[in-house]
């Protein structure tokens, strides 16, 4: 396999006048964990159906592993394994009969495929429970057959639709030390949209961003950082509240703060200018009757870098420094 396990040019998809995936031109190293990113109703979902094969494009082009996905559907179709956001199974099936039942229509030969079958089984942890009927698994048994199910045929690509987003903790936190497992160990290429920001911290080294069909960035984390994010000063005090409201007054009126936010105690002002920062916000808590308790300088977090490129903030104002 190349260097690119998927490549996109120009990749648009209309629906009448919308335009749901805008001229997306994509690459997407082999072996890497690649964090597809936007808010809901950016266009993933519908990134992912042309990539596989289930819609067509109104234009562009896209390639799984050197294979043009609408030009060589059957051999780029052996070449990835997908799993959608809520997977549907035969739910009279046992776990074990249903990645047979995958593994054959595959044609994978069966004294190759028991083994296979026990293997996956065995790497998504439902080994236990292999003989009990599928209808009566959690959502999050089901997310880990479904990984299961896109492995069976050993695919170099892996692509995933929010693959955690509807788990509960324990349910996201298996899937994806499965997925950095994975990667780690099989070198799989694996394509993962969602909009929860904590999963793309956790297992993506390569983050793009898409929002009204239109990608807006492309690098690994810390290059976005490096971009977008900003110093955060944060100050915990103890006093009064109008004490601690007008602190929170004063921190906003300044120049180089470009937002402050406040939870109970606890002050953050994002900074444009870090060394006039660093100067200036001792000396103004210092003034205030509030009292200092801890005080701390760190850099904004990915989420607030996926804020500012959407250019926009919490609360959904528009950010003075989006891009």
């Known amino acids: ?50 990539l ?16 043009e996905v609408q030009v060589e559907r059957v051999q780029a179709r052996a070449l990835f394994g997908y799993l959608p956001e809520d997977p549907v199974f035969y739910g009279w099936m046992t776990a074990r009969e249903l990645l047979t039942y995958a593994g054959r229509l595959f044609g994978i030969p069966d004294r190759a495929l028991k083994p296979r079958v026990e293997e996956l089984l065995d790497l998504v942890g439902l080994k236990p429970v292999a003989g009990r009927k599928v209808g009566g698994f959690s959502r999050g048994m089901r997310q880990r057959l479904g990984l ?11 692509i995933l639709d929010e693959p955690a987003s509807a788990l ?8 994806l030390a499965l997925i950095r497992r994975l990667r780690v160990h099989d070198g799989i290429t694996i394509f993962m ?6 999963d793309v911290e956790r297992t993506c080294d390569t983050v793009a961003i898409i929002d009204r069909g239109r990608l807006l960035a492309v690098a690994d984390q810390e290059e976005l950082r490096r971009r977008y994010a900003v110093p955060v000063f944060t100050a915990v005090v103890a006093g009064e509240e109008p004490d ?21 105690d606890c002050l953050r002002v994002f900074a444009t200018d870090e060394e006039t920062a660093r100067r200036q916000l001792p ?22 870098v996926f ?17």
Not at 168 to 175: A, F, K, Q, S
């Open 168 to 175: 509960d903790p324990i349910g996201r936190h298996e899937v």
């Open 244 to 264: 601690i409201r007008a602190l929170h007054a004063r921190l906003e009126s300044l120049p180089w703060a470009d937002r402050v936010e406040r939870a109970n």
């Open 52 to 67: 596989t094969g289930l819609l067509r494009p109104t234009g562009g082009r896209a390639w799984i592993a050197g294979q």
């Open 307 to 323: 804020l500012r490129v959407l250019g926009r903030e919490p609360g959904g104002r528009h950010a003075s420094g989006g891009a």
């Open 1 to 50: 396999m190349s260097d690119v396990a998927i490549r996109c040019e120009g990749l648009t998809r209309r629906f009448g006048k919308v335009v749901a995936v805008d001229n997306l031109n994509l690459e997407v190293k082999s072996g890497s964990v690649f964090g597809f990113l936007g808010p809901n109703g950016a266009g993933k979902t519908t990134t992912i159906k042309l």
């Open 283 to 304: 000396a103004i808590i210092a003034s205030s009757p509030a009292i200092l308790l801890r005080y701390e300088v760190g850099m904004s977090s990915l989420e607030d």
């Open 148 to 158: 299961a199910q896109a492995l069976v045929n050993a695919p170099p690509v892996l």
């Open 193 to 198: 949209s969602t909009h929860i920001l904590a």
